[in-house]
Each structure stands twice: as structure tokens, then as C-alpha cells.
């Protein structure tokens, strides 16, 4: 197990950065997830770490040994695939034997080792069937046991590995997953396009935008205090409302009306947060922002946009003016729909509670500008 | 469901052409040879039905079973150098890149050779006054493929390797290119060795391609005709003549009709049955 340390890694395929130059460390047992949209280079970086590919520039270490030359197999990676690779004409007892007995584990704990890992995973009856009789959820499963039976690897990268499986064998899964991570304090590193995958399985979760890290945060981090726009539409359920706003004198308006006063937050990078050096503007690591207007700088007079969670939006008697448009129903929740100053506006309120009003206040709302956040907006 | 039986009935006549131009072009003729091999002709006039005469003939027959013999020993050895070779260059082969295009143009060049511009070659090429590769051979041991057996037999074989090995290599190679990525960085991140990645990803997904690869070369090598022909005609002796070359001596050079049918006949049998084996060895040995 070690720290596994990008240092301005990049990597191109073409003229166009996959992988925009990042220096970042993955913990040691940590649980990571790595969250983007398809084509956010979330494979390419996996297999930067992996070693199935060399990057166009820069050097990844494994704690202070330089492993950027050495091939997959010298590194200790265990890494699992989005659709199952299995061993088809073998059992599945020598599927999941096969990376073992590759590197010479004694006979013993090798039955060991593939026994605990199909109880864990529930193979235990397929032990003796061949690996392709199974069916895709199953294989699937063998694929993701042959990551996790070996001990003392680096880390064990897995991408989207439960797209083939049916949705209610995936909660089980991933709780294993959590259960194996608790039990061998493996780095993990869970590639997805699903925030809730992300959100509930990690510790961390990364977020991918354009081949550059745009976030990293734990799941609460994220939700409460999104550094960059795509934070907030891409994570929430629905995404953060975007407005176009004004700052003027230091209030911010909305189509002539004031919302409250713009606080400053630091940029991204100045403060020396852990994880977040090198490259300014491809880390971002968010912190909660502290109490308020203790760290408030002015912010420029111009254009801004403003972002509020669907959750931080009240309707009621006072604030800005908006027309309801309408609600949709969802049983846990209502979600409103309403329009102010000409742009739509969604919230999210407890079912039973009045929909009425002509007015809406922003409990946490912040401040972007070319997508990243500056600031917030405070009484 | 009088209906539906009713056009299922009209749908027979959309076979009827098929059906009409497969009985012209195969059933009609393979019947005359079937006409021919229980009579025994002397003119369109005169001719007796003989039974199954013929095909005792020509079972007990010591130059056909010699002939037998040889071309099952010629394809067994065609199958085990053609089919191993042809993996091991598939597998040698670039996977990208533009030396992918140099590599099958060369590799696919033997097969663009008409068969007797193949045999034209060889015969030359193997000739040891005037042929390079006769030369070289004659530089280091005697060889005379015209007079000695085991030359000729050699020449005969290795002029097969040269011409059909590609077909293996293109079958074996189309296989191998199919294998999605992802199975090749399984075996890397499983610590598999090359020969690992061989035995357990390569070979099991070649199983479709080895298949069609080795039915087809036992069926052409077992009726083997042009090159050997051109190149040795038979000999030395009968060193190389296999079936197809004494069935044609027997039909065309003596116009032995009834012989060169059930001949005919027991040749074609043979072919079917070797070819429905391996099928059946193959493809349950994969379930």
C-alpha cells in the first residue's frame, strides 16, 4: 500500500488534452470516487495509474518510487473493467486463482484467498462452473473478485464495474465493496458517471470536468459549498440553479432587485489545502466556506452568475418576486417550479408544505464567474 | 391456421429456383457419376449393370489404398505445420499501425498465385541446376526432387506450407483482432505471462477461425491436384500421386468410367465423414 503521486500529469491522444496536466495524491486507504461525465478522461487517468498506458508528460510515483516506466504487472494495481474480462474457458475457482498463481502464491493461500473471496461476493456455489455459463451480473462479479484477491496492491481501481449488474444486486455490491475496503484497507479508486454510486461509496469524491479535476471533497463538501458550476449541476438531484446576477457597490442584484451583499471567498489554490498544490485552476479543493463575512474580500462590479441548490430555495412572503409555474409531485418532496425575472427557478420543498407566494428568499447561494466560484452571497 | 398453412405452402415455390439450379449444377452430375459406378459401359448402346462391383475393385485395389494412405499422411502434415504456423505469425503479426498493411499484403501474397503458376513456380525454384532455392538445398545435402522420393515429397509439402499457410495466418489474425482490448490489460494487471495470455485468452477466442481454418485445409489438401501435377506429375514413381492426381489417370487418361465413378464416389465419402469428425471433435470439445 502507498500514496499514489501525479506529478503534471497529462496525457494526449490527440491535439487535445484527455488528461490536462494535474499533480494529485490518492491517499493510502482511502476510498476515492471518481465522478464525471463519458469522455471526462476518468479511464485515461485510471489507466495512467494502472500503467496500461504511459502519459504524454509527467511522472506518477507509488509513495517515492518513480513507477511511470514500469509496466502493469510490476506495479501491484488490481483494476477492474466495466464489462466483465473473464478467463472463459476456465472454472470459476481458476479465474479467480488465475492472478495468484501468476505471481507464485504458495498453493495454500491461494484456496484461501479465492474461498474468502467468493464468500464474500456469494460465489461460493459457482466455485466449480465455467466462468462464461454465467450470466453477465455474475461474470461481472468473478471479474471484480479477481481485483480483490490479491493482497498488498497499491490499490485497486475499479471503472463503472457495475454497469452490467442489475440494480438491486448494485446496492449490495456496493456495500461489500465499502465492507472489503473497511476490512483490507485497500486504496480504492471507483470510477463513475453516477453520483449516487459516488456519493455513497466514498470517502472523496473527485470530480472529472474536460480531463481536469474540478473538485474534490467529501459528498457533504460537495452538496454544500460547490467550487465550480459543474459541481453544482452535475452533483444534486436536480442541479444548482444558475442566474444571471450583478454586482454593483458590492450588492448583488437580480434584474434590479437586491438579493443581499457579495462576501469574497479566496481563490481556489491560495489557501494551502491539503492536495490541492501545483497547476492553479486544475484543483480545486472546497472547504466549507467558515464563518461567514470573516473572510469576506470585494468582489468586482460586473456580471455574475449565481447558484442556489434547489434545497436552499424558500418560497414566501418576502424576497425576490417570482410566478409559480408549477409542481410536480415526487412523494417525498414537491418540486416547484417558478420563474423570476424571466428565468426559470426550481425548489425543492417538503410535500404538504404551501407552494403559494409571490416571493423567494436563497439560504446559500454563490457567486461564479467563467464557471468558478468567487464568492457567496451574505445578508 | 389453414392459412397460414396455405402460405407457407406458396413460400416453396421462392426455393424452386435454388432448388432447380443446385440439381443442375450438383445432383444431376453427382447422379450420372452414381449412373456410371454400378455399369460397365462400352458404348451409350452397350453396357452392363455390374452392382457393386466396382467399388470392391477398387477398395482392394493396392495403388488406390497406397494413394489413400499418402494423401491422409500429405494432410495430416499439411494440418499439423500449416495450422500452428499460421497461429504463430497471426500472433507475430503488428496489431496497429500502418506496418498492419505491409504485413497482410505480404502475408497474403501466395494466395493471389493462380495453382498452377504456384506449381510453375516451385518447379522451378526447387530445380537444382537452374533454382535458387534447389541450389541452396544442393549446397548443403544432395537433392534431386525428379529422382529421389523423399525430395520430391518434400518440395511437394513445402510448396503447400508456402501457399497456404497465409489463409491459416489471415483466419487466425481476423480472430485474434476481435479480442476487445480490455481482455489483453486483464492479463497485464492479472501478472499473466505471454504464453498465459496465449493459452488462456488467444487460443479459446481462435477456436471459431481454427475451425474453419482446419476443415478447409484438410479439404483442399486432401484433394490436392494442380501443383503436384505440374511440379513432379505423380513421381517419382508414384512418390506423389495422391487421389485426385490416379482418380483423374483412371477418368480421363484410360477413360475408365465406372472405376474412376465409385472411385469417385468412395473419394467424396471420405472427404464428408474426416470433415463431420473434426467439426464434431471441435466444436464440442469448446462447451
Known sequence: MADIRLEEVGHRYTDDWAVRPMTWTWRSGRAYALLGPSGCGKTTLLNIISGLLTPTQGRVYFDDRDVTSVPTAGRDIAQVFQFPVLYEEMSVYNNLAFPLRNRKYPRKEVDERVRRVASLLGLEEHLGRRARRLDAGRQQIVSLGRGLVRSGVAAVLLDEPLTVVDPALKWTLRSKLKEIHRDTGHTLIYVTHDQTEALTFADEVVVLKDGAIVQSGTPEELFLSPAHEFVGHFIGSPGMNMLPATVVDGEVRIGGACVGRAAGLPLPGERGAPGSTGTAGSVITGPVPGPRSAQAMPISAGPVRLGVRPEFVRLGGSGLSARVTGVDDLGAYLLVHAEVDGHALTAKTAPGAPVSGEHVRFERAFLFRDEVRIGEVVA | ?287
Open chain 2, 1 to 287: 391456421m389453414s392459412d397460414g398453412r396455405q402460405k407457407h405452402n406458396r413460400a416453396w415455390w421462392l426455393v424452386l429456383p435454388v432448388v432447380v439450379s443446385v440439381a443442375f449444377t450438383a445432383i444431376i452430375p453427382l447422379m450420372t457419376v452414381v449412373n456410371y459406378s454400378v455399369q460397365d459401359i462400352f458404348s451409350p448402346f452397350d453396357r452392363i449393370f455390374v452392382g457393386l462391383d466396382w467399388f470392391r475393385d477398387v477398395a482392394r485395389d493396392p495403388e488406390v489404398r497406397g494413394a489413400l494412405v499418402r494423401t491422409l499422411i500429405f494432410s495430416a502434415q499439411v494440418l499439423l505445420i500449416e495450422i500452428p504456423l499460421g497461429v504463430l505469425i497471426a500472433v507475430c503479426m503488428p496489431r496497429r499501425g500502418w506496418t498492419v498493411s505491409v504485413a497482410l499484403v505480404l502475408v497474403a501474397l501466395p494466395l493471389l498465385i493462380p495453382w498452377n503458376v504456384v506449381g510453375t513456380i516451385w518447379q522451378i525454384f526447387a530445380r537444382g541446376d537452374i533454382g535458387l532455392g534447389g541450389w541452396a538445398v544442393n549446397k548443403v545435402v544432395n537433392f534431386n526432387y525428379t529422382l529421389d522420393s523423399a525430395d520430391a515429397w518434400i518440395t511437394v509439402l513445402a510448396m503447400d506450407v508456402w501457399h497456404w499457410t497465409p489463409l491459416v495466418v489471415l483466419l487466425a489474425y481476423a480472430g485474434l483482432r476481435s479480442i476487445p482490448d480490455p481482455y489483453f490489460q486483464a492479463a497485464q494487471i492479472d501478472g499473466a505471462s505471454a504464453w498465459a495470455t496465449f493459452r488462456h485468452i488467444q487460443l479459446p477466442r481462435l477456436r471459431g477461425v481454427l475451425t474453419i481454418a482446419i476443415l478447409l485445409r484438410f479439404m483442399d489438401s486432401f484433394m490436392i491436384y494442380t501443383e503436384p501435377f505440374v511440379v513432379t506429375g505423380g513421381g517419382p514413381g508414384n512418390a506423389t500421386s495422391f487421389l485426385s492426381i490416379l482418380l483423374s489417370k483412371i477418368a480421363v487418361g484410360q477413360f475408365d468410367l465406372g472405376p474412376a465413378g465409385a472411385f469417385s464416389l468412395l473419394y467424396f465419402l471420405i472427404v464428408q465423414i474426416v470433415c463431420y469428425v473434426f467439426f464434431t471433435v471441435l466444436t464440442r470439445s469448446g462447451r
